[in-house]
């Protein structure tokens, strides 16, 4: 079973920066569609980014667009989050995700999880 390792989150200030990896404690997701989700305090977790199983095609949710980078490195099992200008609605727990079925924007699409790391933007 897939199991996914969340890391990088923390106590930020409005405007900085902030990376999130995500890796593996079993076996590779190098063919699979990785997603990054939010849930944000008292409210369901909502998708960021998504990134195809080789990183050519990504796509984020209105807010991240421009200021989150997703991308994956399959050679090491990794996918990263860069976030930039952090902004205090940015607040909640970030989840990595894997799909193999393409990945998405819906929770659904989405086969195995992580078990998130807290990022935190005070303004």
């Known amino acids: 079973q897939r199991q996914l390792v969340e890391s990088g989150g923390g106590l930020m200030q409005a405007g900085e920066s902030l990376r999130l990896a995500c890796t593996s404690s079993?076996?590779?997701?190098?063919?699979?569609?990785m997603g990054w989700f939010q849930q944000a305090p008292g409210k369901e977790r909502e998708f960021v980014a998504g990134?195809?199983?080789?990183?050519?095609?990504?796509y984020y949710r209105d807010s991240a667009e421009g200021r989150f980078i997703i991308s994956r490195d399959n050679a090491k099992n990794i996918v990263y989050l860069q976030m930039n200008s952090l902004k205090p609605d940015d607040t909640g727990v970030y989840y990595c995700?894997?799909?193999?079925?393409?990945?998405?924007?819906?929770?659904?699409?989405?086969?195995?999880w992580g078990q998130g790391t807290q990022v935190t933007v005070s303004s």
């Open positions: 995700a894997g799909s193999r079925s393409g990945g998405g924007r819906y929770i659904s699409s989405y086969d195995y």
């Open positions: 079993g076996r590779t997701f190098a063919d699979d569609a």
């Open positions: 990134i195809n199983w080789n990183g050519e095609f990504t």
